[in-house]
C-alpha cells in the first residue's frame, strides 16, 4: 500500500514561519501520522526555530523522537516541566512535539507538545489514585487475549472501556488458537457476543500463522495501532510475525499458562508497508478513573435498556418499573454483564472522587 497525501493549501497565522517550515516537512512526516489538524496546532504550539517530530520510546526521562531526517535523543526542558500539572501532562509514546535540534541534529529538547487526537490511559496499578499515559494519537487498539488460561470476558470489558474512553477504535484479537479446538473457539467467540460486545474480533495463532494476514490487511499506512493485553499473551510475538524480524524479546509460559513480562517498555515502530505498531508492556491491571464515556460506549445496551424505566434515576436495583431488572428476569440481558458494569462504574466513580480531591488538595497547597 502507498501512502498518497495532498499538500494543499495552508494559512498562515501569526505564526506564519513556523507554519511553512512546517509544511515543508508534511509529505514526509506524514507517514509518521501527521496529518492536517496537527499542522494546525504546530503553527500555534511552536515557536520560531522549533521543529515538529513525533517520540518514539520513553525511557526513564529520555525521550527518542523521529522526524523526517531519523531519530535523536530528547530532553524536555525545564520550562516545560514546569508546565506540566501530573503525568499525563508529560510527551508519551505517540505524541507529537516541538524540538529544538542541538550538537549538529544529534540531540534536542522538548518545547511544547501538540494536544492530542487520541490517547490510552488507565489508573496506577495498585493504591496510587493517578493517571498512567499508555500511548497517543492512536487510531486503533489491538486488544489480545489467548484462548487458553488469560480468557476473560470481564477483563475485556475493562480494556473495551479504556480503548472507548480514549476515542480509540478496538479490536478483539483472541491468540493462541492453536491450543484450542474449532468448537472451543465458536464458543468463546459466543460468550464474547452474549455479553453484548459486538466489536470485530480476529482469530490468530502465531504458530501456525492463522490470522495473521486479516490483521495486516486492516493495517493501513501512516495509522497507528496500539497492542494492549497482559502478559504471555503472545503480544511481540505478534509484533514479531508482522515486522518479519524477531526484534522484541518473547518469553516461554510457564506451567499455570501464565507468561512472563518481556516488554518492558513502550515504543513505536513503522513498519515496511507503512502502518505503525505500539508495543506496551503486560498489564496485571486495568484500572478504570473518570471513565463515563468510555462506560456509555461499552455498556450501550444497558444505557438504551435504562431509557424505558420507570424512574430516570433508577439504580437498577429494587424499584419497580425497572426495565433493565425485567430483561435480566427475562434472559435478555446477561446478569454477569449487568454485575460488571456496575462494578466498573463504582471503581471508576471512586477513584474519580480520590483523584479530584488529591488535585483540589494539591492546587490549595
Known amino acids: 500500500m502507498v501512502c498518497c497525501y495532498s499538500a494543499g493549501s495552508f494559512v498562515k497565522g501569526e505564526s506564519g514561519r513556523v507554519a511553512e517550515k ?24 511552536c515557536e520560531s526555530g522549533q521543529q515538529i517530530a513525533r517520540v518514539t520510546v ?4 529520555w525521550y527518542t523522537v523521529r522526524n523526517e531526517d531519523g531519530e535523536v535523543l530528547a530532553r524536555a526542558t525545564g520550562r516545560f516541566l514546569h508546565s506540566t500539572e501530573s503525568t499525563c501532562d508529560m510527551p508519551c509514546v505517540g505524541d507529537w512535539v516541538c524540538l529544538r535540534y542541538q550538537d549538529d541534529g544529534s540531540a534536542a529538547t522538548i518545547h511544547a507538545m501538540l494536544p492530542r487526537k487520541s490517547f490510552l490511559q488507565r489508573k496506577f496499578a495498585g493504591k496510587r489514585v493517578e493517571l498512567q499515559m499508555i500511548a497517543a494519537n492512536v487510531d486503533a487498539a489491538f486488544i489480545v487475549q489467548s484462548c487458553n488460561y488469560d480468557f476473560n470476558v470481564s477483563r475485556l470489558e475493562r480494556y473495551l472501556v479504556m480503548v472507548n474512553e480514549g476515542r480509540v477504535e478496538p479490536l478483539l484479537i483472541l491468540s493462541k488458537t492453536d491450543l484450542v479446538s474449532a468448537d472451543e473457539l465458536e464458543e468463546l467467540i459466543a460468550e464474547i457476543r452474549r455479553a453484548g460486545i459486538n466489536t470485530r474480533i480476529i482469530a490468530i495463532s502465531n504458530i501456525t500463522g492463522s490470522g495473521l494476514e486479516e490483521i495486516r490487511e486492516v493495517m493501513d499506512c501512516g495509522r497507528t495501532y496500539c497492542i494492549v493485553g497482559s502478559s504471555g499473551v503472545g503480544k511481540s510475538t505478534l509484533i514479531n510475525r508482522l515486522t518479519g524480524d524477531d526484534s522484541l524479546k518473547t518469553g516461554a509460559v510457564g506451567d499455570s499458562g501464565e507468561g512472563r513480562h518481556t516488554t518492558v517498555r513502550r515504543q513505536l515502530i513503522v513498519l515496511e508497508q507503512g502502518a505503525m505498531l505500539i508495543d506496551t508492556p503486560g498489564m496485571r491491571e486495568v484500572g478504570l478513573l473518570g471513565v463515563s464515556e468510555g462506560m456509555d460506549d461499552n455498556f450501550d445496551d ?30 435478555d440481558l446477561q446478569e454477569e454483564h449487568f454485575q460488571n458494569y456496575l462494578k466498573l462504574k463504582m471503581e471508576s466513580d471512586c477513584n474519580a472522587l480520590s483523584y479530584a480531591g488529591k488535585r483540589k488538595k494539591k492546587k490549595t497547597l
Open 302 to 331: 444497558i444505557q438504551e435498556l435504562s431509557l424505558s424505566c420507570r424512574f430516570s434515576n433508577c439504580s437498577h436495583t429494587s424499584e419497580p418499573g425497572c426495565a433493565v431488572v425485567k430483561a435480566i428476569e427475562e434472559g
Open 58 to 61: 520513553v525511557d526513564r526521562g
Open 22 to 45: 512546517i509544511e515543508n516537512t508534511f509529505m514526509k512526516l506524514s507517514e509518521l501520522g501527521l496529518d492536517r489538524w496537527f499542522i494546525d496546532q504546530a503553527g500555534e504550539f
